[in-house]
């Protein structure tokens, strides 16, 4: 048992926010912080896994992506789009020419990120993941990012509700390792579409109670993405920023 000021030198770096890629979304006071649970949702294909891996290359901390739900050539034309600039399409072709080397140095480049790419992890396989990444670094991520929870598999965790055991899962692995944990997510109803700003009750099978933080993404026109702060436990809720947003070039940058 601790008292307040001893449980935070306890702690250590709980709560210590990581470095921000996006200023729009820490002027608001969001931040994503070791030690919690983050969920980011969003309707299929509207950016959740480019908001992610934009966060994960640029914010420059140690990282496991656990992509479960997209493969590994996908990953390296986002990566490879992320890091240099150039359109995906290009990319892709210049690998399909065996011209690939530009884009293998760029992201060789890269070595705070592994990638797991299991479809269907359970929670043995991540906790093995995770601690196999804290033996070879000398220390745990400070980001985990799955992607996503439908893909993890909960049958080792509960006969009953089992997304609820996932997220619990989910939630004390953060608090296990001071990490980050990022947690993408899918949207029910008319916001699959990406076209509405969704609320906190479009989340599929309603896992707003255990996060400390929920992002909602939507595409509001051409050229942007919108990000629905729904959930924040540190700083304001009920606000909307925008991010600069060209798919096929893979990278967010805030609005000017």
Same mark, same amino acid.
């Given at each position: ?6 449980? !935070? ?23 994503? !912080? ?15 896994? %480019? ?8 914010? !420059? ?20 789009? %992320? ?9 892709? !072709?210049?690998? *399909? ?19 797991? $790419?299991?479809?269907?992890? *359970? ?13 070879? $670094? ?22 009953? *509700? ?15 390792? *001071? ?25 599929? /099978?309603?896992? /707003?109670? %255990? ?46």
């Amino acid at each position: 048992m601790f008292t307040l000021a001893r449980a !935070r030198r306890a702690m250590g770096d709980a709560g210590e926010p990581l470095p921000p890629v996006f200023r729009t979304l820490a002027a608001r006071d969001f931040h994503f !912080r070791r030690g919690q649970l983050v969920a980011v949702a969003a309707g299929p294909g509207v950016g959740k896994s %480019i908001l992610s891996q934009n966060i994960a290359q640029r914010s !420059r901390c140690p990282t496991l992506y656990f992509s479960a739900d997209s493969d590994a050539f996908t990953m390296y034309l986002r990566g490879a789009a %992320i890091a240099t600039g150039h359109n995906m399409k290009d990319i892709e !072709r210049s690998v *399909n020419a065996g011209q690939a080397t530009y884009y293998d140095n760029a992201l060789n480049a890269i070595q705070h990120i592994r990638y797991d $790419y299991n479809p269907s992890p *359970n929670a043995d396989d991540i906790d093995e993941a995770v601690d196999a990444f804290a033996l070879v $670094y000398g220390e745990y991520p400070h980001l985990i990012v799955i992607d996503n929870l439908k893909n993890v598999d909960a049958d080792d965790l509960a006969e009953t *509700n089992k997304i609820e055991a996932v997220m619990l899962f989910l939630k004390t692995l953060a608090h296990r390792t *001071n990490s980050c944990v990022v947690m993408l997510h899918h949207l029910t109803g008319q916001y699959t579409d990406g076209k509405t700003m969704p609320p906190m009750s479009a989340l599929i /099978d309603k896992v /707003d109670k %255990i996060p400390e933080g929920i992002l909602m993404l939507w595409i509001p026109g051409h050229g942007s993405l919108g990000v629905n702060v729904v959930k924040n436990r540190t700083g304001e809720r009920d606000v909307q920023v925008y991010l600069e947003y060209a798919p096929a070039y893979a990278r967010l940058e805030d609005l000017k």
